[in-house]
């Protein structure tokens, strides 16, 4: 079973900056694809980005947030990282974090709010 621990969302302005982190129990956090998806009410949870695991380190954006936001990866800390740059009010919603080996794990969730 791996858990995992979101922090980072809050209230932020049109234009300013967040860092979410993840940090994920278990020991095969490395092997793992991890990523950050995120969903408003009425509708479908959607891809934000992603970053493979097993030392590739690939990096996938939706179109939406890419030259915006970055996902990395440590995998000392058993820890993924968002971080979002020049946020706008649409990119308000609850995130969530995934850890992807064979079967889906996801967090709590976190909220982020854009104010224009």
């Known amino acids: 079973q791996v858990q995992l621990v979101e922090s980072g969302g809050g209230l932020v302005q049109a234009g300013g900056s967040l860092r979410l982190s993840c940090v994920a129990s278990?020991?095969?956090?490395?092997?793992?694809?991890m990523g950050w998806y995120r969903q408003v009410p009425g509708k479908q949870r959607e891809l934000v980005a992603t970053?493979?695991?097993?030392?590739?380190?690939?990096?996938n954006y939706a179109d939406s947030v890419k030259g915006r936001f970055t996902i990395s990866r440590d995998n000392a800390k058993n820890t993924v990282y968002l971080q979002m740059n020049s946020l706008q009010p649409e990119d308000t919603a609850v995130y969530y974090c995934n850890f992807r080996i064979a079967i889906d794990y996801w967090g709590q969730g976190t909220q982020v709010t854009v104010s224009s």
């Open positions: 970053i493979t695991g097993a030392g590739s380190g690939s990096t």
């Open positions: 278990g020991s095969i956090f490395s092997l793992a694809r």
